[in-house]
């Protein structure tokens, strides 16, 4: 099993960046595929990025394609959000989960391990 613990959230001006980071414990973060989803109150949990065990592939949501990058360094056993241009419609709470079939995907179903979350809010 692993833990995924999230961290770098907090409160930043429209047109700001943050970078999130995700450290896994438990398990090399290699055997897994990680995602980064969020929730806003009152939405549904959903897709923001994905990439697969390696970094050679990565996923996007349209809303955020362009301005978030995904990346992750196995040596440290860390996967990080880098987001640019924030929005106020990105606030939410921030999750990273790990995928054991290492692929990343934009499914919530496909995900075996969910960190505890962090927040976001972008002010206007």
């Known amino acids: 099993q692993v833990q995924l613990v999230e961290s770098g959230g907090g409160l930043v001006q429209a047109g700001g960046s943050l970078r999130l980071s995700c450290a896994a414990s438990g398990r090399t973060l290699s055997n897994y595929g990680m995602g980064w989803f969020r929730q806003a109150p009152g939405k549904e949990r959903e897709f923001v990025a994905a990439i697969s065990w390696s970094g050679g592939t990565t996923y996007y949501a349209d809303s955020v394609k362009g301005r978030f990058t995904i990346s992750r360094d196995n040596a440290k056993n860390t996967v990080y959000l880098q987001m640019n241009s924030l929005k106020p419609e990105d606030t939410a709470v921030y999750y990273c989960?790990?995928?054991?079939?290492?692929?990343?995907?934009?499914?919530?179903?496909?995900?075996?391990?969910w960190g505890q979350g962090t927040q976001i809010t972008v002010s206007s």
């Open positions: 989960a790990a995928d054991r079939l290492r692929g990343g995907s934009w499914r919530i179903g496909a995900y075996d391990y």
